[in-house]
């Protein structure tokens, strides 16, 4: 049978599902809700309902798999510690923090930028990294970034019932890499509300 969650509670989320009729509790970091339910395993031909094994398919839109590629490879050229871009732009970055002449342009290049690229609301705490580039401010009408609500009805969120769950949207991401598993691991701080309208 598809695995039905019956309820979350606490901050592990304990799951309670019914499969094979009998009753399981399962523990997870993230809630997948109709990830798990419609995406994350196959169906069965004859029956129509989900299979209790894991589904290999390729993500569903190819756009998934690029949009991810480019800002992955744009977030690690420049973004990580370890390659000489970083230590450049760090330096860069420190000599712009101490002079205002520099700061305010760049502050304002950087959100024009995030806000064509990523629809940026400036909070100040950004988490694209923790969500496949995708923004929990102004994709997520409930502001989640450890999964999501459990509310959305066929992937489509039931806020903003002409869009379709972010989730569904970071779980292609993932899947598109092979690192939907990541969706398991960790926790997303809670975003500081001190930082909004503050550079990241």
């Given at each position: 049978l598809c695995k039905q969650w019956l309820y979350r509670i606490g901050f592990k989320m304990p799951l309670m599902y019914v499969a094979d009729h009998k009753v399981f509790m399962a523990y997870q970091s993230r809630a997948f809700i109709d990830l798990t339910c419609?995406?994350?395993?196959?169906?069965?031909?004859?029956?129509?309902?989900?299979?209790?094994?894991?589904?290999?398919?390729?993500?569903?839109?190819?756009?998934?798999?690029?949009?991810?590629?480019?800002?992955?490879?744009?977030?690690?050229?420049?973004?990580?510690?370890?390659?000489?871009?970083?230590?450049?732009?760090?330096?860069?970055?420190?000599?712009?923090?101490?002079?205002?002449?520099?700061?305010r342009p760049f502050c304002l290049l950087e959100d024009v930028s995030?806000?064509?690229?990523?629809?940026?609301?400036?909070?100040?705490?950004?988490?694209?990294?923790?969500?496949?580039?995708?923004?929990?401010e102004s994709q997520c009408p409930k502001f989640l970034r450890n999964g999501a609500c459990g509310g959305s009805e066929k992937t489509w969120c039931e806020v903003r019932k002409d869009k379709p769950c972010v989730w569904v949207k970071i779980y292609d991401r993932l899947k598109s890499y092979k690192e939907e598993s990541n969706l398991k691991e960790?926790?997303?701080?809670?975003?500081?509300?001190?930082?909004?309208?503050?550079?990241?």
């Open positions: 419609r995406i994350n395993y196959e169906r069965d031909p004859k029956t129509g309902l989900n299979t209790n094994y894991p589904s290999s398919k390729s993500p569903r839109s190819p756009s998934a798999y690029i949009s991810y590629s480019l800002m992955k490879g744009f977030h690690h050229t420049f973004f990580n510690k370890d390659t000489k871009q970083f230590r450049y732009l760090k330096g860069i970055a420190e000599i712009i923090d101490q002079a205002d002449l520099l700061k995030k806000s064509l690229l990523f629809d940026c609301q400036k909070c100040g705490d950004c988490a694209l990294v923790d969500m496949a580039y995708l923004c929990p960790g926790c997303v701080p809670p975003r500081n509300w001190a930082l909004k309208v503050s550079s990241n």
